[in-house]
């Protein structure tokens, strides 16, 4: 599966980050959710490349954020 994170739209809640950090990490420059580095699509950090689907916090997290902005694709 992929994800990505709308970021612009992220209120910075830390749901996701406390969730999963395993994927997801606070920007310290605007505060909004990021993928971490090691799973960004060139660099995007807003987009993931393919990561393991026993990564199951990735699906609380998505489920969790109030803002509904991760979206994962299989
Ligand atoms: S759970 Fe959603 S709103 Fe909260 S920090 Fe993560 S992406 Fe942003």
Redesign the pocket.
Known sequence: MKVT?DRMQ????????DTCPAL?VQNDDDS??QIVEEYRDKGDRGASVAIPDTMACVRE?AG????S??TIVE
């Open positions: 994170i992220c209120v910075s809640c830390g749901s996701c980050w997801f909004f959710s997290a969790l954020c109030p803002a902005i991760i």
